[in-house]
């Protein structure tokens, strides 16, 4: 894998290798010694340990045992610790909010010529169902589940069933679907009794399934992505009447999404995550309209790579894959915090930690760090030390050439400067062009209580008719607070 490239090649070119993985069962055992520079468990089918954490913020971070487990997908269990993929084992791991941590090694047979270093498999479906840890396994076409209790474990091979299993779902009746990343568009469903099948995808043509948000048993959400043109739409289908094929309704009036990776529904919206351009997309299903919503731009990266979106705690989460950071949007107050994953922040792209996939959990967020060697949460009720606020409304109507004031307060108390940060929808990376945008002050110095913000914006007369969402960011490096201001150009 190359480091921060591996995960942007997924949703533009993905190579399937199609390896049959044997079913097996196995007894486990807890074996403590060394790991090796090519055995992250020492040789053990199953290894427990104590881990160590970090705090800063609203983040806690568990460092993962070395050499690198090459942590992705992640679920939480009903007791609040965690179930999370270790691609360099390979197997599952699971971690307690004591420290302790449990790695559990797939079967051999499931890799029978596993001898390299380093990440070895797949890993980005994790799902705590029907009594075992269920994760999948890509590069062998295959689902392994891990019983927890006895240790044994089950290989269910899907090939020529939806090669490259990718996400995984638990529908309402409850079986367990995955998305595939083969051809043609293909979504694979196991039953209770273990049976599998697969779902031809009618009419999405080049696009494929990247995940599912089931809403009740006759109604899911779907986003398709186009992997020749990186563009794709948000489906909705019935499961209910899913076998042999599904027949998708796209959904938004055939908005052209981005990029689409990720899909998450709640609070009366659907949330894509964007994961080429920097921003999430959400479309209101009382009105059916659609909004963008831009990250925080960063000079360092193209995008920011906005990767997967997960709704909980009233909020709807997502990660910044190049951004290194994790953030969340209130759809109430109309704001966004993002939280640097690293204390002090990065300051270039080679620093980032890989952060792949997130689980929400009732008091946060979890997310892997595949490159970073450890596991973080998120604390939903940490309250940052400062906010941003717009002041007199959010929204303006403005022609081209035009220009339009925008009045925001910042609140709380900081110790340090607070640099300004601007950010809008019109380009890939949310970095402003067309739209000129001059604040007040481009650092707001220490203070207590409240500072009145002035930004200054002017459109471009080339700039196309439509509308567009502006970000204004205050940052003291590690928290970002974000007031949006929604322009109509005409």
């Given at each position: 894998?190359?480091?921060?490239?591996?995960t942007?090649?997924?949703?533009?070119a993905?190579?399937?290798?199609a390896?049959?993985?044997?079913?097996?069962?196995?007894?486990?055992?807890?074996?403590?010694?060394?790991?090796?520079?090519?055995?992250?468990?020492?040789?053990?089918?199953m290894l427990?340990s104590?881990?160590t954490?970090t705090?800063?913020d609203?983040?806690?971070?568990?460092s993962?045992p070395?050499p690198?487990?090459?942590?992705?997908?992640?679920?939480v269990?009903?007791d609040?610790?965690?179930?999370f993929?270790?691609?360099?084992?390979?197997?599952v791991?699971?971690?307690?909010l004591?420290g302790?941590?449990?790695?559990?090694?797939?079967?051999?047979a499931?890799h029978?010529?596993?001898?390299s270093c380093?990440?070895?498999t797949?890993?980005?479906?994790?799902?705590?169902?029907?009594g075992m840890?269920?994760g999948?396994?890509?590069?062998?076409?295959?689902?392994?589940g891990?019983n927890p209790?006895t240790?044994?474990?089950?290989?269910?091979n899907?090939?020529?069933?939806a090669?490259?299993?990718y996400?995984?779902s638990?529908?309402p009746?409850?079986?367990?679907?995955?998305?595939?990343?083969?051809k043609p568009?293909?979504?694979?469903?196991?039953g209770?009794?273990?049976?599998?099948?697969a779902?031809?995808?009618?009419?999405?043509?080049?696009?494929f399934?990247?995940?599912?948000?089931?809403?009740?048993?006759s109604?899911?959400?779907m986003?398709?992505l186009n992997t020749?043109?990186?563009?794709?739409?948000?489906?909705?289908?019935?499961?209910?009447?899913?076998?042999?094929?599904?027949?998708?309704?796209?959904?938004?009036g055939?908005?052209?999404l981005?990029?689409?990776?990720?899909?998450?529904v709640?609070?009366?919206?659907?949330?894509v995550?964007?994961?080429?351009?920097?921003?999430?997309?959400a479309?209101?299903?009382r009105?059916?309209?659609?909004?963008?919503?831009?990250?925080t731009?960063?000079?360092?990266?193209i995008t920011t790579?906005?990767?997967?979106?997960a709704?909980?705690?009233d909020?709807?989460?997502?990660n910044e894959h190049?951004?290194n950071?994790i953030g969340f949007?209130d759809?109430?107050k109309?704001?966004?915090?993002?939280y640097?994953?690293?204390n002090p922040?990065?300051?270039n792209?080679?620093?980032?930690?890989?952060d792949?996939t997130?689980?929400?959990?009732?008091?946060?967020?979890w997310?892997?760090?595949?490159?970073?060697?450890?596991?973080?949460f998120?604390?939903a009720?940490?309250?940052?030390?400062f906010s941003?606020s717009m002041?007199?409304?959010d929204?303006?109507?403005?022609?081209?050439?035009g220009?339009?004031?925008?009045?925001?307060?910042?609140?709380?108390?900081?110790?340090?400067?607070?640099s300004?940060?601007?950010?809008d929808?019109?380009t890939?990376?949310d970095?402003?062009?067309?739209?000129?945008?001059?604040?007040?002050?481009?650092?707001?110095?220490?203070?207590?209580g409240?500072?009145?913000?002035q930004?200054e914006?002017?459109v471009?007369?080339s700039?196309?008719?439509?509308?567009y969402t502006?970000?204004?960011t205050l940052?003291d490096?590690l928290?970002?607070?974000?007031?949006?201001?929604?322009?109509d150009?005409s």
């Amino acid at each position: 894998m190359e480091r921060a490239n591996t995960t942007r090649k997924l949703t533009t070119a993905i190579v399937l290798v199609a390896v049959v993985a044997v079913a097996a069962f196995s007894a486990y055992y807890f074996v403590i010694q060394p790991a090796g520079p090519c055995m992250p468990l020492g040789g053990a089918k199953m290894l427990k340990s104590k881990v160590t954490s970090t705090e800063f913020d609203a983040l806690t971070e568990y460092s993962l045992p070395s050499p690198s487990r090459w942590s992705n997908a992640i679920a939480v269990a009903q007791d609040g610790s965690v179930w999370f993929g270790e691609q360099s084992v390979p197997g599952v791991a699971h971690l307690f909010l004591n420290g302790t941590l449990v790695e559990y090694a797939w079967p051999s047979a499931s890799h029978p010529s596993s001898k390299s270093c380093g990440f070895e498999t797949s890993i980005w479906g994790i799902a705590v169902w029907n009594g075992m840890i269920w994760g999948t396994d890509g590069d062998e076409n295959a689902l392994v589940g891990i019983n927890p209790s006895t240790g044994a474990a089950r290989v269910i091979n899907v090939t020529g069933t939806a090669g490259f299993p990718y996400t995984l779902s638990i529908a309402p009746d409850g079986s367990l679907w995955f998305t595939s990343l083969g051809k043609p568009a293909t979504l694979g469903r196991v039953g209770l009794d273990y049976s599998v099948s697969a779902m031809h995808v009618n009419d999405v043509g080049s696009e494929f399934p990247a995940e599912l948000d089931f809403v009740n048993s006759s109604y899911a959400y779907m986003v398709v992505l186009n992997t020749v043109n990186d563009t794709g739409h948000l489906c909705s289908f019935d499961p209910a009447a899913a076998s042999p094929s599904i027949n998708p309704q796209v959904v938004g009036g055939n908005y052209q999404l981005q990029a689409p990776n990720s899909v998450a529904v709640g609070g009366g919206t659907v949330w894509v995550s964007q994961h080429g351009p920097s921003s999430l997309a959400a479309l209101d299903l009382r009105s059916g309209t659609w909004t963008v919503l831009p990250t925080t731009s960063q000079q360092s990266n193209i995008t920011t790579l906005p990767y997967f979106v997960a709704y909980g705690t009233d909020r709807v989460w997502f990660n910044e894959h190049y951004g290194n950071r994790i953030g969340f949007i209130d759809p109430t107050k109309q704001f966004m915090t993002e939280y640097s994953e690293s204390n002090p922040p990065i300051t270039n792209a080679s620093e980032i930690g890989n952060d792949l996939t997130i689980a929400p959990a009732p008091l946060g967020l979890w997310f892997t760090s595949t490159t970073g060697n450890y596991i973080g949460f998120a604390n939903a009720s940490y309250a940052p030390s400062f906010s941003v606020s717009m002041v007199g409304g959010d929204s303006a109507s403005v022609s081209s050439g035009g220009q339009v004031g925008l009045n925001l307060t910042v609140g709380g108390s900081w110790k340090s400067a607070l640099s300004v940060v601007l950010s809008d929808t019109e380009t890939y990376t949310d970095i402003p062009a067309s739209i000129t945008m001059t604040p007040s002050e481009r650092l707001v110095p220490a203070a207590s209580g409240l500072v009145q913000l002035q930004v200054e914006v002017s459109v471009g007369a080339s700039l196309k008719p439509g509308e567009y969402t502006l970000a204004v960011t205050l940052s003291d490096g590690l928290v970002l607070q974000t007031a949006f201001f929604y322009l109509d150009v005409s």
